[in-house]
């Protein structure tokens, strides 16, 4: 094989990655605007943690489920994760789990027990979910912003 065909080879792949994630991005805003029409009273659960670091601290909150089943995780605004939730109470299974890098080994990775908390949520509106590690729990609040 010749330079020529390593590249059409490198090219035909990085294409056929671009329409592969094309596809993925409309067949998700597809089925988020299939539930907001099934649901249009469905508010939204933004998920406050911090997936990545420079330098590898990271802090990820985890929803299990909602109610009892799982449900498709959303990407809200830029980057952030985040779950529907259907007016009235809600119970939610949630993990938390630290990892930084380590001096014995490559990666330190805590990872706590799952949580269910309880919420009570409002139609149409948006709410965070974080954990705090001082009072060891989750903090369930409403965000002043307006989808």
Known sequence: MDMTQYILIVGGL???SFVYQGVAMYMHSMSKKKYENE???ASIMVIK???WH???FTNTVNCLTINDE???QISVGYGQRGHYLVPGTNVLELQYETQRPGILHKWVRTTYDPQKIEVNVEPKKQYSISYDK???SFVFEE???KR
């Open 14 to 16: 990085i294409v056929l």
């Open 39 to 41: 649901n249009p009273d």
């Open 49 to 51: 943690d911090c997936q």
């Open 54 to 56: 420079p330098l590898g």
């Open 70 to 72: 799982p449900q498709m």
């Open 134 to 136: 001082k009072q060891g």
């Open 143 to 145: 965000l002043a912003e």
